[in-house]
């Protein structure tokens, strides 16, 4: 994963700033990164396609991680010829295409435990809702390969996950 600042913007809000982090593939993907005193939050953008998305909360020594999602089916919008069809009254439609299976998550993944070490959190936690798990079943090997401890229910349908940055003082 490479991720570089390279701008940052302040408001009353909060502060934005443009990251960059690539997949397995050598693609570089921008990150606009949204931090405001709560949390942060940004989209995953190839081009003007968002491809996925990351939200944090700050809860005291822990950062929640609340989502950490790459798409399946992005749709790009349609461009050159297609744009001309469209234009004329075609039905046309943007790409489709798929941006999991190439190291995004993982490196969206490693963005996040970075981000809290720099800034002294002590744990990076998470849930693992029944959506997410109805939608990918193998997401709690996932995490756990990642260095996660996971803990699902008693019913498999929702987990905990939990990552211990530093111990407590």
Not at 3 to 12: F, I, P, Q, R
Not at 34 to 41: D, H, I, P, V
């Amino acid at each position: 994963m490479r991720s570089d600042a390279e701008l940052t913007c302040e408001s009353d809000e909060g502060t934005e700033r443009l990251l960059t982090v690539s997949d397995n593939r050598g693609n570089a993907y921008q990150l606009p990164l949204f931090e405001n005193a709560t949390g942060w939050s940004t989209k995953v953008l190839a081009g003007d396609t968002r491809v996925g998305q990351v939200h944090c909360l700050k809860q005291g020594e822990d950062l929640f991680l609340a989502d950490l999602h790459v798409l399946e089916a992005a749709t790009h919008p349609i461009q050159g010829l297609a744009m001309v069809k469209a234009w004329l009254g075609f039905d046309t439609h943007g790409r489709i295409e798929n941006y999991r299976n190439r190291g995004l998550g993982s490196a969206l993944l490693s963005f996040v435990i970075n981000w809290a070490r720099a800034r002294g959190f002590r744990r990076v936690t998470g849930r693992l809702a029944p959506i997410d798990l109805k939608e990918n079943p193998d997401l709690p090997d996932w995490y756990r390969c990642r260095g996660f401890r996971v803990t699902m229910a008693a019913n498999r349908l929702e987990g905990e996950l939990e990552m211990v940055l530093q111990q407590a003082k």
